[in-house]
């Protein structure tokens, strides 16, 4: 296990070829939107965002620099987010309230599905196998992809997530509430709301500036944000099967990160996320809530480029 205080940044070499927003069908009815970074003969890895985030979210700065460090990167928004398609099927917050206390409760699509999209896109890039790094719900993605289809993960990096067990991972009392208040209408209303959840869950040796939080806010709403596509996914997450078991038939480089100030997944899940994984990577970092921190990018950079040489050549 490591524990990190703080990285210093570096710049991005200038040179990284960038493509426009490209648009990708995966499955009936859904269409991803997805942009690259780097050389297409470079070793592919897929970012994949978590709840309710577009793939803006993975700054370009950071996607920069894995590319420089000989990724090929793919970042992607996930069904019912940013620019991607929207699935049919109306989730109530009663549903919510009682999928979160383990009742049943009949599902839109189930964390499989958003495995199945991203395996689609690599289909449609024509990739057999790519590296994988997931925050959050992604983290819950990628660790379903590598146990459906393990032979088309060469590794596995997990950001503050966990395993699906209801025992860890869980959340701050105060993170619900906010996540399934109302948030009003409109760009003003979506911006008041993001600033008063990132304030909750933000990095606190980390901090944003409020003008930094309410342009990235805004740059969200106006990519596209629709509140019925999260309630979708939550409801994905609340329903997700305990993974802990499967995850230690895995024979696949894999590192966890998880921030010791997380108030939306306790570190308790980055850690039976590792323990469950054979030979996974424990990096802990002080400071770090439920978010992706600029004067951290070296240090996820360094630590994904190294898990990933670790898989067999």
């Known amino acids: 296990m490591l524990t990190v205080a703080m990285s210093s940044s570096t710049h991005p070499k200038p040179d990284v070829v960038v493509s426009g927003e490209l648009f990708a069908p995966v499955s009936p009815g859904i269409e991803l939107c997805y942009q690259t970074f780097g050389d297409p003969d470079d070793e592919p890895l897929l970012l994949v965002m978590g709840l309710g985030g577009p793939m803006i979210w993975w700054d370009p700065d950071l996607c920069r620099m894995l590319a420089a460090s000989g990724f090929y990167v793919i970042r992607y928004d996930n069904r019912d987010t940013g620019r991607s398609s929207r699935a049919p099927g109306r989730v109530k917050r009663s549903t919510l309230v009682r999928a979160f206390a383990g009742g049943r409760v009949r599902v839109p699509y189930r964390m499989a599905d958003l495995a199945g999209d991203a395996f689609g896109l690599l289909d449609h890039l024509g990739i057999e196998s790519a590296h994988v790094v997931g925050v959050s719900m992604g983290g819950m993605i990628v660790q379903t992809m590598a146990i ?6 060469r590794s596995l990096t997990s950001i503050m997530s966990t395993t699906g067990k209801r025992t860890v991972g869980w959340q701050h009392p105060a993170v619900m509430p906010a ?8 760009r003003e209303a979506y911006v008041k709301a993001s600033t008063t959840m990132w304030r909750l869950i933000g990095s606190p040796a980390y901090p944003q500036t409020r003008e930094e939080v309410e342009r990235e806010a805004v740059e969200t709403y106006d990519r596209g944000v629709s509140a019925s596509g999260v309630m979708r996914q939550m409801l994905a997450i609340l329903t997700q099967p305990n993974r802990s078991q499967a995850l230690r038939s895995l024979r696949v480089p894999a590192l966890v990160v998880h921030g010791l100030a997380d108030k939306m997944v306790h570190v308790s899940g980055g850690r039976a996320t590792a323990a469950a994984i054979p030979g996974a990577e424990l990096l802990l970092i002080d400071g770090m809530g439920h978010d992706l921190p600029r004067e951290l990018y070296e240090t996820f950079t360094l630590a994904i480029r190294r898990t990933a040489d670790r898989t067999p050549r």
């Open 148 to 153: 459906s289809r393990p032979a088309r993960v």
């Open 179 to 186: 996540m399934i208040a109302s948030r009003g209408v409109g």
